[in-house]
């Protein structure tokens, strides 16, 4: 399997090393190792057919802050200078264009290629327009790491509850906005703890997009689409975020034992991102970075998960994951 890695920040990266981690799992279960032919960042390329080496080329970004010598203007003559079979677009998100990484992602399938994406944008601007390309031009598409990091959450749906009826998700799916509410428990002011989770790496490029409740928008439209099976967009969703919710808003909570929390929510009629007082104790009274979600079910009933919404290593094993999937099926 030669793999094209559209995308060399942290997540990019940290695939390239998970890769590499996994080179006897590999070795054992196909006999055989998946080679990256082509890695692109923002501005620059390198590709080779025989196969880059995923750490040196970590260690390259890490020090020249380039992948690659050459340079690009647009990604889809780089995609097409080399034979790939599996495109792994996490570049930067772009949730109100769908950005480089729709381009990407499009292309890709246009073209034939099995795509494994966690980049939210295209997904929550154009997933039904992506599902259909890919059925058209018989492409895996996966894209597990895109709601909720490592938490497994959507193969965990699509595939080990196979055969319900899923009523319900809700659950904390952005970090950055949890991690706040956490420190406003506590009493810290809302943009120290914003700057906090800056800091940690957690929040997005722009955090308005945590704060507002975009970026859990975002997930609640990749679940409604992909679990749901529902046909919504960005703009179905009625979305609040965290940054009117004052000190005293926290403190009236607290004295009647409960928290304010980010919840995004979707069932068949329910598309929604809002902050909900949950009282303490209960699982989505979840403190720090974590995500949680809560999926209700007619026959198992009530099933919850919680992992790392985000993260070098983290999001990088959802990446993998996906990756083994597609590979159990092409090999
Ligand atoms: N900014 C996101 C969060 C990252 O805080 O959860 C993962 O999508």
């Known amino acids: 399997m030669r793999l094209f890695i559209c995308g060399f920040g942290t997540v990019g990266q940290g695939f390239a090393e998970v890769l590499e981690s996994r080179k006897a799992f590999f070795e054992q279960r196909y006999g055989t190792q998946p080679v990256i032919v082509g890695i692109m960042d923002s501005k620059t390329y390198a590709v080779d057919e025989k196969g880059l080496d995923p750490l040196a080329m970590v260690e390259r970004k890490g020090t020249t802050r380039k992948v690659g010598d050459r340079e690009y203007t647009d990604s889809v003559k780089v995609l097409d200078s080399v034979d790939y079979d599996l495109l792994v677009e996490v570049s930067p998100t772009d949730i109100k264009t769908g950005g480089v990484g729709l381009i990407n992602i499009t292309h ?32 895996k598409f996966r894209f597990e790491g895109s709601v909720g990091g490592a938490m497994p959450i959507i193969n965990l749906c699509r595939e080990n509850l196979m055969g319900e009826e899923i009523q319900s998700v809700r659950g904390i799916l952005n970090g950055t906005c949890n991690f706040i509410l956490s420190k406003m428990d506590k009493g810290q002011p809302f943009e120290q703890a914003l700057r906090e989770a800056q800091e940690m790496g957690y929040a997005e490029t722009d955090p308005t997009n945590d704060i507002e409740g975009y970026d859990t928008a975002c997930k609640v439209v990749i679940l409604a689409n992909s679990v749901f099976g529902r046909n919504v967009t960005f703009s179905d969703v009625k979305i609040t975020g965290i940054t009117s919710i004052t000190e005293e808003a926290i403190s009236m909570a607290a004295s009647r034992n409960m928290v304010i929390r980010l919840i995004g929510e979707v069932s068949e009629t329910a598309l929604e991102v809002s902050p909900r007082l949950i009282p303490k104790g209960h699982p989505l009274a979840l403190t720090g970075t974590l995500n949680i979600a809560q999926i209700t079910t007619d026959l198992a009933g009530p099933v919850t998960v919680s992992g790392r919404g985000a993260g070098r290593k983290e999001t990088a094993s959802a990446i993998l994951s996906d990756l083994i999937s597609i590979m159990d099926e092409r090999l």
Request: with cysteine; hydrophobic share 45%; charged share 25%.
């Open 108 to 139: 890709a399938l246009e073209t034939g290629k099995d795509v494994i994406t966690v980049n939210k944008g295209p997904l929550a601007l154009k997933f039904q327009e992506l599902i259909a390309l890919a059925k058209a031009n018989r492409c």
